[in-house]
């Protein structure tokens, strides 16, 4: 099996990036792969600018990496309670080129947050809208503060009670 996961945010220090290549690592005999949002940093999508420019390389260069997993490990960033704008302007720039953006892969939603939500509208919105661009959504899961729950040096969730439900979560939807 072939997980390809990215965190949705260009945070260098993305905790969410860190929740997604934890999670990933996860999935028994699996080969990860492992995207950055930075590698396919393309300017602010407008139908003007696809009008000159046509539809962008690395909007196609993310479509192709998605279009090798069996399955996708997405943990979102939550900006102002929704995607962060790095990751909104891929999915727009995709869309253009694909509505079934995901290709039917198997998906494990997932979001995190330095506070209780833990994500939790950006989480709701995606949960909603991914559907509607060939997501299969197998599961979704929440770490709510992420400082607390998550060590760093040991890039592992720190909270047995919430690692073990992520655990169950993968074993029984994988």
């Given amino acids: 099996m072939k997980i390809v996961a990215f965190g949705g945010s260009n945070s260098k220090n993305s905790i969410n990036k860190k929740l997604a290549t934890y999670t990933a690592n996860l999935f028994k005999n699996a080969q990860v792969e492992i995207l950055d949002l930075n590698d396919y940093e393309m300017p602010l999508f407008g139908v003007d600018l696809e009008e000159?420019?046509?539809?962008h390389k690395?909007?196609?260069?993310?479509?192709?990496?998605?279009?090798?997993?069996?399955?996708?490990?997405?943990?979102?960033?939550?900006?102002?309670?929704?995607?962060?704008v790095a990751f909104k302007n891929i999915l727009d720039w995709?869309?253009?080129i694909t509505k079934n953006i995901f290709a039917d892969k198997e998906m494990l939603?997932?979001?995190?947050?330095?506070?209780?939500r833990g994500g939790a509208s950006v989480l709701d919105i995606a949960h909603n809208a991914f559907p509607r661009f060939a997501a299969d959504i197998k599961a979704t899961y929440s770490l709510p503060n992420f400082n607390d729950n998550f060590d760093l040096e040991k890039e592992e969730i720190s909270n047995i009670e919430l690692r073990t439900a992520l655990e169950k979560l993968i074993?029984?939807?994988f």
């Fill in 109 to 116: 939603l997932m979001a995190t947050s330095p506070g209780a």
């Fill in 58 to 84: 690395l909007a196609q260069a993310f479509l192709d990496k998605l279009a090798t997993a069996d399955c996708v490990v997405v943990s979102l960033a939550e900006n102002n309670g929704n995607y962060s």
């Fill in 171 to 173: 074993a029984d939807n």
């Fill in 94 to 96: 995709c869309s253009r």
């Fill in 52 to 55: 000159n420019i046509g539809q």
